[in-house]
């Protein structure tokens, strides 16, 4: 039910890239990248639209197969501050309105 | 600066007790969200509501009730709090309609069932 995210953690050195996957065994309106620090609310990325349109982010860059259902998300140059735990969401349709569905999310370390 | 309130960061209650966890939000949106948060399973949405007195289940709503009166409150209750509803408790708004963008998140709350 849940899209499932890969890896389920990586560390990595400041300046390196990082890639996090999602995927999900239903069609894919949309998706939602989030990231949280720890002990803080997740905060906002970027959405990306079917049909390619993306919003979001200036320094982080992601991608949408809607075919194969996926979502990928592009850590280019990693800084520190990039570290916490990423989750992607999707949309449901539900009876007259829609849900917001995470997935099982990443846990990123950036070490100096 | 918009703002998800939750009402209480740590609490900690007897199996049994019910136990009222209360969300604001200050956007006039009109969807709200409770999800619990785990460890390795990520974010599972409990029940939502897109409206006044609407709601609807999610993906893991036994043992949950939820309570939407006013706009800007959504209510999560645990009726009879047991030890494996021991989590992170978040909170979520965002406006209606497909594709309308970013949720906003409460900042959680703790809530440990002994």
């Known amino acids: 039910q849940q899209p499932v995210q890969s890896p389920q953690a990586v560390i990595l050195r400041e300046g390196e890239d990082a890639v996090i996957n999602c995927s999900s065994s239903?069609?894919?309106?949309?998706v939602h990248w989030y990231r949280q620090k720890h002990g803080e609310a997740p905060v906002f990325l970027m959405i990306l639209l079917k049909g390619g349109e993306q919003k979001g982010h200036e320094k982080i860059s992601a991608s949408f197969n809607e075919k194969k259902q996926q979502s990928s998300l592009y850590l280019t140059a990693s800084q520190l501050s990039y570290s916490g735990t990423y989750f992607c969401g999707t949309e449901r349709r539900t009876s007259g309105t829609y849900k917001y569905i995470f997935g099982t999310g990443t846990r990123l370390k950036v070490l100096a | 600066d918009v703002k998800v309130t939750q009402s209480s960061r740590y609490l900690v209650k007897r199996t049994g007790e019910k136990v009222f966890l209360e969300c604001v939000q200050d956007m006039d949106h009109e969807n709200m969200f409770w999800y619990r948060q785990d460890p390795g399973l990520g974010l599972r949405l409990i029940y939502f509501s897109y409206d006044v007195k609407m709601k609807e289940k999610g993906d893991i709503p036994e043992g949950y009730s939820v309570s939407r009166e006013k706009k800007e409150r959504f209510s999560l209750i645990l009726e009879s709090a047991s030890t494996n509803q021991t989590s992170m408790y978040l909170c979520?708004?965002?406006?209606?309609?497909?594709?309308?963008?970013?949720?906003?998140f409460g900042e959680g709350s703790r809530l440990t069932v002994l």
């Open positions: 239903k069609a894919l309106y949309s």
């Open positions: 979520a708004s965002s406006l209606a309609g497909q594709g309308s963008g970013e949720l906003f």
